[in-house]
């Protein structure tokens, strides 16, 4: 009986590993490089999306100049004391705009081929683009002079691209955009002056130190959002790669209540002795009725079943090991500890009596079920090839709970369980009629059998 029993999921000893985060120096199971796939496309995304803003702004701005030019020309011609020259911003606007749709071209040919952007062309992006505010703030020196022009609009602008820069979700990145900011604007503050502008006086070299220091700072602290984000986006898709293991562990017959569980303890030995109590569900005669009836009414009525009594499971802290045609096997105990399984799957087996019977007044096609439960040691692991690999519950306890739900047919009831679950299961299984030593096929001795009504 125990090889009509296939394996149902995977090793579960990854799985606090995952939780803490998805980098790990241990062999990465299939859900771990999904993970990183996943968080390394994310990151692609939010640059692809940095890019797209970072070209909007720029192109908003180049319209904008290039409308106020057209419709009010004297407003440039005042600021700049008559140097403004629309043709000097689109020297460097227009070829910034076709470097930044190259970078979002060859992006998001990365995001397709889901490959990372190498990290020398992550800097290099960095300067070029946090350049453009210097090379606006040389022309605006050259226009008004130096301490008009670091008093107007250029040097503000690379608060833009420090904003901005949080969508790379790097520190290290947002600290080199502030750096480069801070260092170029202070640059231009001591080293140039224009010499249309000599009698202006040079600005004060501690006074433009804590405006660049300024810019460093909301480098650092861009940085520090976009790392708190990425650790957002390493721990939501480490908690998605951790509940994909746990269904790949159990199949989908795992309650969200006990994936929780899984989640909070952690890790299990991959195998290990444990005591459990082992159900074993059949629907009576439901070979013989699928005769009669489409395969679509039979699916339908077996999913109705199921969910019916799959939902009794989960309140009663019991697991779907494997469905087995029109029957499955149920465990209570595994893999999370249990000291009160049996009583768990004695309850769990009433209540579903009780609500297939409710199920079956309103239904064309009624159904009986039977079960049988032994509360015993199983080997509970995992089993199969180094590719795919399930959880199972082995042993003497599973074959004989299997027994026991085949006696139902021979005593025509419906719940049947063994000495040990009686005595396991306390006040629960207190009221269950003795049936007597009964000759079990595969046990040379009689064996005591119980009903429950």
């Known amino acids: ?253 795992v309650s969200p209540q006990v994936v929780e569980r899984l989640l909070a303890t952690g890790a299990a030995p991959t195998t290990e002795m444990r005591q459990v109590a082992v159900m074993f569900v059949d629907i009576r005669n439901f070979t013989a009725a699928t005769r009669i009836h489409t395969p679509r009414q039979v699916v339908e009525r077996l999913d109705e079943a199921f969910a019916i009594m799959v939902d009794v499971l989960d309140r009663h802290s019991g697991i779907v090991n494997k469905f087995l045609g029109d029957g499955f096997l149920a465990v209570f105990g595994a893999p999370i500890e249990d000291s009160n399984a049996a009583r768990c799957a004695v309850e769990a087996a009433r209540e579903m009596l009780a609500e297939m019977e409710k199920n079956n007044r309103g239904s064309e096609w009624p159904l009986r079920i039977g079960i049988g439960i032994h509360m015993g040691a199983v080997i509970a692991g995992n089993v199969g090839s180094p590719r795919r690999k399930e959880y199972t519950v082995m042993g003497d306890t599973v074959n004989f709970a299997a027994r026991l739900e085949a006696l139902n047919k021979e005593f025509g009831s419906q719940l049947l369980i063994s000495t040990a679950a009686r005595d396991a299961a306390g006040e629960a299984g207190r009221d269950a009629a003795f049936l007597g030593d009964v000759q079990v096929r595969g046990y040379e001795q009689p064996q005591a059998v119980w009903q429950l009504g």
């Open 1 to 253: 009986m125990a090889s009509l029993i296939p394996p149902s999921a995977a090793i579960l000893s990854p799985m606090m590993p995952l939780r803490r985060t998805i980098f790990t120096s241990a062999p990465e199971s299939p859900e771990l490089q999904a993970a990183r796939e996943a968080l390394n496309r994310q990151v692609l995304l939010t640059e692809r999306l940095r890019i797209k803003a970072v070209i909007a702004t720029v192109a908003i701005l180049t319209a904008i100049v290039t409308i106020i030019q057209l419709a009010l020309p004297d407003v440039f011609i005042g600021i700049s004391r008559g140097g403004f020259e629309l043709g000097s911003t689109y020297v460097i606007f227009l070829p910034f705009l076709a470097l930044e749709l190259l970078a979002l071209y060859l992006v998001s040919r990365r995001v397709e081929q889901n490959k990372d952007v190498p990290i020398f062309r992550r800097y290099l992006s960095a300067l070029i683009e946090t350049s453009v505010p210097t090379a606006a703030l040389y022309l605006h020196m050259n226009w008004m002079g130096a301490n008009t022009a670091l008093a107007f609009a250029a040097p503000l602008t690379y608060f833009v691209f420090i904003i901005l820069s949080t969508l790379r979700l790097d520190f290290w990145l947002s600290t080199f955009t502030g750096f480069v900011a801070g260092s170029e604007m202070f640059a231009l503050a001591m080293l140039y002056r224009p010499a249309g502008f000599a009698d202006e006086p040079m600005p004060e070299g501690i006074f433009q130190l804590v405006r660049a220091v300024m810019l460093l700072v909301g480098g650092v602290l861009a940085g520090a959002v976009g790392m708190q984000l990425r650790r957002q986006f390493e721990a939501s898709i480490a908690a998605a790669a951790a509940r994909d293991h746990v269904t790949n562990l159990f199949g989908q017959h």
